[in-house]
C-alpha cells in the first residue's frame, strides 16, 4: 500500500513538471521579447560598448542614467561659459561707493610697471579680473603737445585723429608752436567743430631762449627740448597733463592712461615706461657713450606730468642744474629731453612711476617692443620713435602701419561726437587765436 502511494506521487510530480516547465519558458522568452522592444536608443559609442559588457539589465540601465548625468554637467558648463559677466553696472556702482571718499572717481591701467605686466601675460592674469572704477564722463583731459612746421603738423594731426576717435571725455588740448603749426592747427580743429574739445596755443619762439644754450644732436632740434619747460609754460594752476611727441598713435580711450595719475605716490611726478632699446645701457655699437640714466632708461614720448608737485620740487633749477653738469663731459645731448630727463631721474629715481611698456610701444631699430603686447588687443600706445618711421623693421609693421594710416585718412568730420550730460563750458580760444594772426577758433564745447 505504502508503495503504491509513492509511485502516484512521483508520477504526479512528473506531470506537473511536464505542465509548468514549458510555462516557465514561455512566460521567460516573452518578458525578454517584451524588454526588447521597449530599450532605449544608446547615448553614445561609449554606452554601446559598455551594454555588450554588462550583464544584468539593472546594470546597464545604472551606466544608462550616469551617462545622461555627465552629458546634462557639460550642457550646464557650456551655458555657464558662454553667457558675459553679470551686472557690470552694478559692480561699477559698488566700485564707485568704495571710493566714496575721493573727490573723482578714476579708472586704472593693467599694472604699474613692465614687471607686472609681464607677469599678468605669463600667469595668464587679465584686467577684467580686477574691479577698476572709472574716469568721470566729463572730467576734463589736458593733453600738451610740442609742434612745429609742416611735417609734425602732418603728424600730430594723425595723433588727435586717434585721441578724439577712442575719446568719451572732454579734452583739452595745448599746443607749444611756431607760426605754421598754428596757422594749421587752429584751421583743422575749425574745420572739425568737434564738440568737448578746447584748444590753446603757446609761442615756441619765445620758449627757444629758454633751452637753445643746450647743444642738441637730435633731429628735432630745438623744438625736441621744449617738454622740459612745460611747468613753467603751461597755465599755473594746471596741476596734471599728458605729454606726448607728434609720432604717437592711439589705440585705446586716452582716460585710461589719464587714470594712471591716481597711481602716484609719495614723490613720484613722472609717469614714464621703460626705454625699449639697449641705447643707455652703451652696448649697441663700439665707444658708446650715453648720457647717465637708471638702468635701462627712459622714453619721454609718453610723459605724466604732475606740474603742481613739480613745481613745489623746483623743477627748473633740477633740470637746469643736472644738464650744465652732464654738458661739461657729454658736450651735447643726443636724443633730446630724453637725456636730461634721465640723468634728472639717475640722481632722483623717487621722481618716476613706472608705466607698463603698452603705454608706449616704440617702434625703434633694436628694439623689445614686441616683448609688451601678445594681441591686438594688448596694445595702448604706439610710438613711431625711428627717423625711419614707417620704414621700421618690425615684426608686425604692416598691423602697426595700417592703423597709422587709417587715422591718416580718416574724415575729422565723423569725430564730431557729442558727449552728453556735461556742463557746457566756453572757449576762449577765439580771440587768442585772432590776436596771434591766425583763423578764430568757435567754441568747440558749445551744445554739450
Known amino acids: 500500500m505504502l508503495g503504491m502511494c509513492r509511485g502516484r506521487r512521483k508520477f504526479l510530480a512528473a506531470s506537473l513538471a511536464l505542465l509548468f516547465v514549458p510555462a516557465l519558458t514561455w512566460l ?56 558675459p559677466p553679470r551686472n557690470p553696472t552694478n559692480r561699477n556702482y559698488r566700485i564707485n561707493n568704495h571710493h566714496g571718499n575721493q573727490s573723482q572717481p578714476h579708472s586704472t591701467e593693467e599694472g604699474t610697471g613692465d614687471s607686472e605686466a609681464q607677469k599678468s601675460f605669463s600667469t595668464g592674469n587679465s584686467s577684467t579680473c580686477v574691479q577698476h572704477p572709472v574716469v568721470d564722463k566729463c572730467e576734463n583731459i589736458h593733453v600738451a603737445i610740442v609742434c612745429a612746421g609742416y611735417n609734425a603738423s ?27 603749426a598754428q596757422q594749421i592747427l587752429a584751421s583743422l580743429f575749425h574745420t572739425w567743430m568737434v564738440p ?50 607728434t609720432d604717437i598713435t592711439f589705440a ?41 640714466a637708471l638702468g635701462r632708461g627712459f622714453n619721454t614720448g609718453v610723459i605724466l606730468l604732475l606740474l603742481d608737485r613739480l613745481r613745489k620740487l623746483r623743477w627748473e633749477q633740477m633740470w637746469r642744474l643736472t644738464a650744465e653738469r652732464e654738458l661739461m663731459s657729454m658736450l651735447s645731448t643726443s636724443l633730446a629731453d630724453q637725456d636730461i630727463f634721465n640723468a634728472v631721474i639717475k640722481q632722483n629715481p623717487f621722481l618716476v612711476h613706472q608705466l607698463p611698456c603698452f603705454w608706449n610701444v ?4 633694436h628694439t623689445r617692443s614686441e616683448k609688451c603686447y601678445r594681441d591686438v588687443s ?16 618690425n615684426k608686425h609693421v604692416e598691423f602697426f602701419r595700417n592703423l597709422y594710416l587709417t587715422f591718416l585718412e580718416y574724415d575729422g568730420n565723423l569725430l564730431r561726437r ?28 558749445s551744445g554739450l
Open 28 to 83: 521567460y522568452l516573452s518578458a525578454v521579447y517584451f524588454l526588447s522592444l521597449v530599450k532605449p536608443l544608446p547615448l553614445s559609442p561609449l554606452e554601446t560598448q559598455s551594454s555588450t559588457l554588462v550583464g544584468g539589465a539593472g546594470e546597464r540601465q545604472a551606466l544608462e542614467l550616469r551617462v545622461r548625468e555627465v552629458e546634462e554637467e557639460n550642457r550646464a558648463l557650456r551655458r555657464e561659459l558662454s553667457q
Open 196 to 245: 568737448a574739445v578746447r584748444v590753446d596755443f603757446y609761442d615756441a619762439d619765445e620758449l627757444k631762449s629758454e633751452v637753445s644754450w643746450i647743444p642738441n644732436k637730435h633731429y628735432s632740434g630745438i623744438y625736441g627740448l621744449m617738454k622740459l619747460v612745460l611747468t613753467k609754460t603751461l597755465p599755473s594752476d594746471l596741476q596734471k597733463v599728458i605729454v606726448l611727441d
Open 154 to 180: 602732418r603728424d600730430v594731426v594723425t595723433l588727435v585723429k586717434s585721441v578724439l576717435f577712442h575719446r568719451r571725455n572732454p579734452l583739452h588740448f595745448h599746443f607749444i608752436t611756431d607760426s605754421i
Open 418 to 445: 557729442e558727449l552728453f550730460g556735461c556742463p557746457s563750458e566756453t572757449d576762449h580760444n577765439s580771440e587768442n587765436a585772432a590776436d596771434a594772426g591766425g583763423p578764430a577758433i568757435p567754441a568747440l564745447c
Open 362 to 365: 616704440q617702434l625703434s631699430d
Open 378 to 393: 594688448d596694445l595702448k600706445v604706439i610710438h613711431w620713435n625711428s627717423p625711419k618711421k614707417l620704414r621700421v623693421k
Open 252 to 292: 585705446t580711450d586716452i582716460a585710461e592712461l589719464w587714470a594712471v595719475f591716481h597711481k602716484f605716490r609719495g614723490q613720484q611726478v613722472l609717469g614714464l615706461v621703460e626705454n625699449q632699446s639697449d641705447w643707455y645701457l652703451g652696448n649697441l655699437w663700439k665707444n658708446h657713450r650715453p648720457w647717465p
